[in-house]
């Protein structure tokens, strides 16, 4: 019993894939300064209209959580941007043929591939102070992405990689 629950952990944890986030800043800014914030109007984040719908109300629920407030008039805006790719296709299956005789040999062989190649998605948060039209803050998130998700799941990974994208805001001097 204690075997099968060991694999399944392994099987949970396989099954996670990880969420990589970059970040960086314009050094020398004043972060406590920024206290409340809005989104930029013509916003056009690359994702559906629920998913956007999704990811601003995960961000606007963090943001309240660490003390900022939405605002008409704010002191910094927020731009996010995504895309997908598909990355290489990594598993195949290898089918060979070939023969031998008298010191002759020959074969050839081909790789087949299973499944389908995965889907990254790469979310950009730009935080720009409009008062001196400067970008000052960006991270960056990369996680992989099933289009084919529940919306569930995808609320899920969008609270996951905004939880990600926040912790390191604002930065530690």
Known sequence: MKIAKVIALVFLFASCAPI???YDYEKGTDFTKYKSYNYYADMKTGLSELDTKRLLNILDVQLQEKGFILSETPDFFIDIKSSEFKGAQRQTVGVGVGGTG???GGGI????PIGQAQVTRKITFDFVDENIKQLFWQAVSESSFNP???PEKRENGLNTIVTKVLKQYPPKK
């Open 102 to 104: 008298r010191h002759v």
């Open 20 to 22: 990589y986030v970059n």
């Open 109 to 112: 062989s081909i790789g087949l």
């Open 148 to 150: 084919n998700s529940t």
